[in-house]
């Protein structure tokens, strides 16, 4: 059965696409870039400074905030908008990433996952129900299905079996969503590692079942970029064109040029925040670090002619003083700096698409970055 449609295709150039998406707390421009507010915070970050670079949406994590201060809770203050203060979209995902990659004796079996708590030890069962419920609780204006991701490289046999498990759970994730109110989205996620077949197999059964939404999981866990361009190569072209395509834990701002050519919409990804805490900076001359000694003499701005107030009006001098001082204002600045410069980038690649000079875009944007820091 189909469910609504809530995503409006505004242009095309070639396979890269822009558009809106309209969700219960406002509208999504993409293609758009969701920084990471795992935990209910987008870290060193304001939300006013959040808003104020460009982002209408954000990413939270129902494996954390399930955890703490739990799904209940946060549903009798008011769902994730009251609780936090960030008061537009907010995209969570699923639980099975994250307790895959951030809790130990954990187990995977047909009815869920079980696991212990990274912070209490406690035994937790996340299964396709709950964790829809707990979205659910959280408010999330775009909920993920309960899936399971495999690291690659990996067993065929074991990609196999996961991509199987996740098109059962896809099942079973829609039906608990069936009370959701109106406006509120579920997406689908296409496994099958780095497989073709099984890519095509997991998209095509995907669509059968119907979302609003496809995400392509099971990348960016470490495969090289030519493999995941790959598989997006292999999986777009399969998802409905007039419905979002987010694809999920991606990735550098090259990263993100490559996808957005080959069809893909939304994205998320820790690197702006977490480089921005290790000192790195995110600009258009690609990244720059300033933990680098050739940096502590340097008077000028990361880039004059960036709209950020922090990137053209502090000097990489302080800077790198604040980042070798272990400052926190250093990883806060560089935070939002980084934030800054993905969602510029964004509206860059929305720009361009909507007058049809995508390719130039792209073009200028390498040649930035391949010039370098000079
Ligand atoms: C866990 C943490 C913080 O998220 C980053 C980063 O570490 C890390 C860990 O290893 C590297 C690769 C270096 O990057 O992978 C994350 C970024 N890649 C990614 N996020 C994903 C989230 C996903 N969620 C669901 N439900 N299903 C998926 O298939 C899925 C795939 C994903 N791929």
């Given amino acids: ?27 999504v421009r993409t293609p758009a870039f969701m920084p990471v507010g795992t935990a ?5 970050m304001h939300w006013r400074e959040v808003r104020d670079a460009g982002a209408d949406i954000v990413l939270g994590n129902t494996y954390h905030l399930m955890l703490r201060p ?6 009798t203050l008011g769902g994730l908008q009251a609780f936090t203060g960030w008061n537009g979209p907010m995209l969570t995902d699923s639980g099975g990433f994250q307790v895959m990659s951030l809790s130990d004796l954990r187990k995977v079996n047909e009815k869920a996952v079980t696991f212990r708590s990274h912070i209490d030890g406690a035994k937790v069962e996340l299964s396709p ?14 909920a993920m299905q309960m ?8 067993e065929r046999s074991d990609i196999e079996r996961a991509m199987r498990l996740s098109l059962r759970w896809a099942e079973r994730s829609k039906r608990a969503f069936e009370t959701a109110p109106a406006g509120y989205m579920l997406c689908g996620i296409v496994q099958g590692g780095d497989i073709p077949e099984m890519r095509r197999t997991s998209a095509r059964e995907l669509v059968d079942i119907g979302f609003h939404g496809y995400a392509i999981g099971g990348l960016a866990v470490g495969e090289p970029q030519a493999v995941m361009l790959a598989m997006i ?26 996808a957005v050519s080959r069809g893909i919409d939304m994205f ?3 690197l702006p925040t977490r480089n921005g805490r290790h000192g790195m900076a995110f600009t258009r001359f690609g990244q720059i670090n300033l933990r680098n000694a050739r940096h502590a003499d340097d008077p000028r701005p990361l880039d004059e002619e960036s709209e950020w107030p922090a990137a053209h009006n502090i000097s990489r001098a302080y800077l790198h003083h604040l980042v070798r001082s272990g400052e926190t204002l250093g990883a806060m600045l560089l935070s939002e700096i980084n934030v800054a410069y993905y969602q510029h980038l964004m509206r ?21 970055w391949a010039r370098g820091d000079i």
Avoid: W
């Fill in 147 to 154: 899936d399971e991701c495999v690291r690659l490289p990996a």
């Fill in 348 to 368: 860059g690649m929305r720009e361009a698409i909507s007058s049809g000079t995508f390719e130039m875009f792209q073009q200028q944007t390498r040649a930035g």
């Fill in 233 to 258: 190569e292999e999986t777009a072209p399969l998802l409905p064109i007039d419905r979002p395509r987010y694809l999920m834990g991606v990735g550098t701002p090259e990263d993100l040029l490559e």
């Fill in 70 to 75: 739990g799904a209940e809770r946060i549903a």
């Fill in 40 to 44: 209910g915070a987008m870290k060193g």
């Fill in 268 to 270: 998320d990804c820790v």
């Fill in 129 to 142: 129900e709950r964790s829809i419920e707990v979205q659910r609780l959280l408010g999330s204006d775009i």
């Fill in 1 to 27: 059965m189909s469910l609504p449609n809530h995503f409006e295709l505004l242009a095309t150039d070639g396979t890269a696409r822009t558009g809106r998406l309209t969700t219960p707390h406002g509208v």
